[in-house]
């Protein structure tokens, strides 16, 4: 562990977690380890969920900076690199956040066939006052799309061409960094939904202000969906502060309608797949 690591107490308690797991593991016969992976949009909430899957007994957590799966961009390096881990890995539970390639979310579906895959939104307000507290450009990239220029990275990469033709009718030089955010919002989220892969029986639609205002109900589902034990302790400091933490500022009724009609399909599915294990 670096300085940096030493330091920080979240650090710390993160790389003491993972040894002690691992010298446990040690003395434990081996075992078909399954993976898990966390897609969504930045800002809704996957970091708090790969901290409380850290927090889990049963689990080995790869996070989007480790060097061994993912590259400097926090790109998945390759599936190659992915089968590694899983196969080294003495957990029963192989947690990785492939975040930035949450456009190509069905190649996972596809290539592990029996892997878990949880995609985690935030409603739209929340997440975008997040995002530009968090990120000094966090508008860079939507307004390159929206400009029809270059650069978009990520973000661009999983756009459809009706995505990129709304947005660009949306568009105007004077929207605010707010504004653009919740663009940004609408643009990664209707990616569940464009891929066709929400009646999959092994993805699951969490979403942040129900995990934070009843974490117990919201693993008990996921015990029921993707069959991930329910462990208390895991998510004991979970709390829902952040909801509507901000003011929240002026956004063009046109932006607004878009990502309601956009939440009120996702909140649809989660419904959809609540009755589906069992939960009304």
Request: with cysteine; proline share 4%.
């Amino acid at each position: 562990m670096r300085l940096t690591g030493i330091l920080s107490e979240r650090k710390r308690n993160r790389f003491l977690k993972r040894v002690t797991k691992k010298l446990k593991w040690v003395f434990m016969p081996s075992r078909e380890t399954t993976p898990i992976f966390v897609f969504g949009k930045q800002r809704s909430g996957t970091t708090m969920f790969m901290d409380i899957m850290e927090n889990r007994p049963d689990t080995e957590v790869f996070q989007e900076w480790e060097p061994s799966v993912f590259n400097a961009e926090c790109r998945i390096r390759d599936f190659n690199a992915v089968d590694r881990a899983i196969k080294h890995s003495r957990a029963a539970f192989a947690c990785f956040k492939p975040i930035c390639d949450s456009h190509i979310i069905r190649d996972f579906v596809t290539h592990y066939p029996d892997g878990k895959i949880i995609w985690v939104f935030r409603g739209y307000l929340d997440n975008a006052n997040s995002a530009i507290r968090r990120f000094s450009e966090s508008d860079r990239a939507i307004r390159l799309i929206c400009e029809g220029k270059p650069g978009g990275g990520w973000l661009q990469e999983g756009l459809t061409m009706n995505a990129a033709e709304t947005l660009q009718s949306l568009y105007e030089q004077s929207l605010s960094k707010f504004e653009m955010s919740c663009l940004t919002w609408w643009a990664r989220n209707r990616l569940l939904i464009e891929n066709g892969i929400t009646n999959h029986p092994n993805v699951y639609l969490l979403k942040y202000e129900n995990l934070v205002q009843d974490p117990e109900l919201t693993f008990r589902k996921l015990e029921s969906a993707l069959g991930l034990p329910l462990i208390k302790a895991s998510y004991s400091n979970v709390h829902a502060r952040s909801i509507a933490k901000h003011d929240f500022p002026v956004i063009s009724p046109a932006i607004s309608s878009i990502c309601d009609d956009l939440s009120h399909k996702l909140d649809l599915i989660i419904k959809d797949q609540d009755a589906r294990i069992g939960f009304k």
